[in-house]
């Protein structure tokens, strides 16, 4: 009996109108959780070997998780799925807010588009039915207005995922919206959504979520929360850059404890970390050319964590979230309020580009949500034009007369509109920096930054080698929401896991640096606990408050009625891992193509700054991760013994 997840799917076929439900058997949900382990076991068998990202063909999901409204704590994220246009391979992205609760709610764990509709059109589901409606007079109209719109139409309650523009028009590096702006930015997903003409996803349901033992979880949760609600008073912000100067001159480093990240999310979110992360050397500037030496920090005043959180208005939860890390700041101009920049939007559309204008920063946050276009990749694909035309590849003519130099905030939010509207030259950077450089050429190439295809998010491996490791092996490459060498630290899994490497609380520095077996088990262990927290559809931000006190594993005994131990979870998430490498196989992938961009690990190093003469033997590491799946170190395929020993079929 089902308890903790729904137990079943809906099918929509949106060429033939046909909507279905799917009985999921237990079994399934034992091995793969839900989330994006149930849906990778769904996609893996839906679609067929080298099908057309944006053809009828690609199966498009959004699914919830297992702890979603069963009273566990920053349980709220929702995750989209699909083969990626991007990349080619497996693709998701996951957002908070309130959809993913509505998707249960509705009877689901997850909503599965197949085919493609020949007009605009919207699902929506109300007790208990689901049709498709026209939704010709929403296409073409931002996804703000669109859910506004959705909303009001359907009586007010309803929750809403939705494309932009840029879905529309099949940008490559667009996503899919929810809650009025907030994105599930990566893989392209949108693109897929828009090429079947699906403008919204809308949800309006009242189904009680079953739950094993409802008082276990309230019990766990309220632990938990006296964790999250710990708040000590901090300094203001720039005091976080000189805090990021003393981790880049001392040679030990302190293993970071997720407690002191949480202090700093509550008060900031995830812009605390702008000005610390320039600073120690792990923000990459003027598209990866440099570290903290080209970006002075006295000058940086976008970078101040205190000049997004002083226009905040109002503060903010994902449903289920003690935390709040959100916000909502006033702006000046057009639009009149945006979402708190994210601390990966502020550098990828701040320091990447070196734009250091703070208002030109709180536009685009919301000209780039409003159209659905992931903030990382367009910020990293106008890092890359503005190099190629400082190097005189691209000229004024392509850039149909825009002077595009590093730091022309007028610029590049004029070419930001272009590409969203692909428009001259944003035709061009519309699909991304991959592809661009392959339609400029003229060696290009080597200033698109990326992993298979995806921009790199804002974090140097440089910096910290386990985010190299993770943008290169991950089935969905270029992400920096599933593991670092700062991600293991703070998960703190060694204290409740067996067998992993503990963290000593001080180490040298240097030993950051070395590529062995240690680092390659730590890397593993990250991947398969993500898939474990993405199956059951908590927020990355909450986990790092450390497995003793999240009690991830816990809360998802009480919610199913299993009795599995954190070893036999992370034996599901390496499942999950091997199914999804499975998948990349099977529509093409090959593993070694995922390896991210020379400059990106050093090669050449650079000549000065925080990561100085630092170069990542990312090679070594790929296939000392590999290993620890049992998988073929040199290509990264699955072997048939560890296909075998998950019972998957190729
Ligand atoms: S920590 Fe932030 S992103 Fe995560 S659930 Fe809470 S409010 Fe949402």
Request: hydrophobic residues 35%.
């Amino acid at each position: 009996m089902a308890e903790g997840y729904m137990g079943r799917i809906l099918l929509v076929d949106l060429s033939t109108g046909e909507i279905s439900e799917e009985i999921i058997p237990d079994g399934i949900y034992e091995n793969y959780l839900s989330g994006t382990g149930l849906a990778a076991y769904i996609l893996y068998n839906m679609i067929p070997a080298g099908a057309n990202p944006l053809g009828p063909e690609n199966v498009l999901g959004f699914v919830s998780g297992i702890l979603t409204g069963t009273g566990s704590l920053f349980a709220g994220r929702w995750m989209v799925v699909g083969k990626s246009p991007l990349t080619g391979g497996w693709g998701d992205a996951n957002c908070g807010g309130n959809f993913s609760p509505a998707i249960k709610r509705c009877g689901y764990d997850g909503i599965f588009f197949k085919g493609s509709s020949e007009k605009p059109v919207y699902l929506y589901v109300k007790n208990g039915k689901a049709g498709l409606c026209d939704a010709s007079h929403l296409w073409g109209k931002d996804a703000v207005e669109s859910e506004e719109m959705l909303i009001r139409e359907t009586g007010g309650k309803s929750r809403v995922a939705l494309i932009g523009p840029a879905g529309e028009n099949l940008s490559l590096i667009s996503g899919i919206v929810n809650d009025g702006g907030r994105i599930a930015a990566r893989s392209g997903l949108g693109a897929v959504m828009g090429s079947k003409k699906l403008k919204a996803v809308v949800l309006d349901g009242a189904k009680r979520i079953p739950v094993h033992d409802r008082d276990k979880i309230k019990k766990l949760s309220k632990k938990c929360n006296k964790w999250v609600q710990f708040q000590p008073p901090l300094p203001a912000g720039p005091v976080m850059g000189h805090v990021g100067t003393l981790m880049r001159v001392l040679p030990t480093q302190m293993a970071m404890n997720g407690m002191l990240y949480k202090f700093l999310l509550r008060k900031w979110g995830t812009g605390s970390m702008n000005q610390m992360s320039i600073e120690m050397g792990d923000s990459p500037i003027r598209n990866w050319l440099c570290s903290n030496v080209d970006f002075d920090l006295g000058k940086s005043i976008s970078a101040n964590p205190d000049v997004f959180a002083d226009c905040e208005s109002v503060k903010y939860h994902c449903y289920s979230c003690p935390l709040g890390c959100g916000g909502i700041c006033t702006t000046k101009g057009k639009f009149t309020e945006t979402h708190k920049p994210e601390y990966e939007s502020v550098i990828a559309l701040g320091g990447l580009c070196m734009n250091d204008d703070a208002d030109s920063i709180l536009y685009l946050n919301e000209l780039l949500n409003r159209a659905g276009m992931d903030t990382i990749s367009a910020g990293a694909t106008v890092a890359f034009a503005i190099e190629c035309y400082e190097r005189g590849i691209l000229t004024k003519e392509d850039t149909d007369g825009l002077e595009l130099i590093w730091g022309n905030s007028y610029a590049i939010v004029e070419l930001i509109r272009k590409m969203i509207k692909r428009e001259g030259i944003g035709d061009l950077l519309a699909d991304g920096s991959k592809v661009a450089a392959e339609k400029i050429g003229r060696g290009s190439n080597r200033y698109a930054i990326h992993a298979g295809g995806q921009e790199l998010a804002m974090h140097d491996g440089r910096n910290d080698p386990g985010y190299a490791l993770h943008y290169s092996v991950e089935p969905a490459p270029g992400r920096h929401t599933i593991g670092s060498q700062m991600y293991y630290e703070m998960f703190q899994l060694w204290k409740v896991v067996k067998g992993l490497p503990r963290m000593w609380p001080l180490y040298f520095k240097s030993r950051k640096y070395v590529a062995n077996e240690k680092k390659a088990a730590m890397g593993a262990a990250c991947s398969k606990f993500m898939n474990v927290v993405n199956g059951a559809g908590l927020c990355l931000f909450g986990t790092f408050i450390g497995a003793k006190r999240i009690p991830t594993f816990d809360w998802l005994n009480a919610a199913t009625g299993w009795s599995k131990t954190p070893e036999e979870y992370m034996r599901i998430g390496e499942r999950v891992q091997t199914l999804k490498q499975v998948f990349n196989i099977k529509q093409g992938i090959n593993p070694v193509d995922y390896k991210l961009s020379s400059r990106a690990v050093g090669k050449p190093p650079l000549k000065e700054g925080a990561n100085e003469s630092r170069t990542v033997n990312i090679e070594k590491m790929m296939s000392d991760y590999w290993t620890q799946f049992g998988w073929d170190r040199k290509t990264g395929n699955p072997t048939p013994e560890a296909l075998k020993e998950f019972g998957i079929e190729v």
